[in-house]
């Protein structure tokens, strides 16, 4: 099976390519709906950021308010890491989970925003960075 990571910024597309992708009979995998999985209640991922973050960023209800956790990581380089630190290898391990079970197909497709700057080192036999024009992207956001 050909492993291909599929990446851009915000707002360029990468969405719509993953869905002509999967309607086309690829199968997709989402590493942003797999970071929101793993920070749920009752993962590890979750208890690591609940103990590097403490419970201010948990909702009423004691899941991650990612918005509020968002906040306070985008501002600041160091914590971000420390988030990715937590959240990234939990992804790397799913998607390859998701990877193994295509292994019978041609082909699957690994969205992964921002690929390059977080650095994820998997075999990828190919890439595809999806881009579009400032105003657009704008437009889309």
Partial sequence: M??????????CGKSVVGRFLAQSGVPVCDAD????DAMQQGRQAYRRIVETFGESVLDGAGRVD????????FDDPDERRRL??????????????WAETQSARE???VMVPLLF???FPDRWDAVICVAAPEPRRKQWL
Avoid: M, N
């Fill in 66 to 73: 990612r918005a509020r956790l968002g906040r306070r990581i």
């Fill in 33 to 36: 709906a797999l970071a929101h």
């Fill in 117 to 119: 700057e977080t650095k």
């Fill in 84 to 97: 990715e630190t937590i959240v990234h290898p939990e992804v790397r391990r799913a998607w390859r989970v």
């Fill in 2 to 11: 050909r492993l291909i990571g599929l990446t851009g910024g915000i707002a």
């Fill in 107 to 109: 082909a699957a497709v």
